[in-house]
């Protein structure tokens, strides 16, 4: 059982650091890319930028006021978007390096196999039919 926990805490950890790092490329990402499109609307909108119509002047300030809030906002939106796939990536690795550490566990004889855990003994037909499987499966062994 030992295993199974250093497994379990070994797993999130590396599922951690492996979305860690690509959150962080994405959101480096993302925020040079909004970086850049603020600078290309920072000419239009800003003063001494061309003479434009009064609706496009607003709706170009609307646009620089929507890319400073949403790098605002991208830092949370990242941080629990990556927790949320952390924790779905954590729970299918852990559950299959569980299924593979039983596996192996069985195989090396640590562990017993599913015919011996049933908690009712068996009927003497059944246990005779396993013995058999038992027999033939080392005979051809």
Not at 94 to 114: C, D, E, T, V, Y
Not at 121 to 132: F, H, Q
């Amino acid at each position: 059982m030992k295993i199974k926990i250093a497994w379990g805490i070994q797993s999130f950890f590396l599922c951690f650091i492996f979305n860690l790092a690509f959150t962080a490329v994405v959101f480096f990402m993302a925020d040079r890319v909004l970086e850049a499109l603020n600078e290309w609307v920072s000419p239009f909108a800003g003063p001494g930028g061309p003479e434009l119509p009064a609706d496009v002047q607003m709706g170009l300030a609307g646009l620089r006021s929507f890319f400073v809030q949403i790098r605002g906002y991208m830092v949370s939106v990242l941080a629990a978007l990556a927790s949320a796939f952390t924790l779905l990536m954590w729970f299918f690795v852990f559950l299959a390096g569980r299924r593979q550490i039983s596996r192996a566990a069985r195989q090396a004889g640590a562990l017993p196999g599913p015919e011996t855990w049933s908690h009712a003994p068996a009927s003497p037909e059944i246990s005779e039919g396993l013995r058999e499987q038992n027999e033939e499966g080392e005979e051809a062994r």
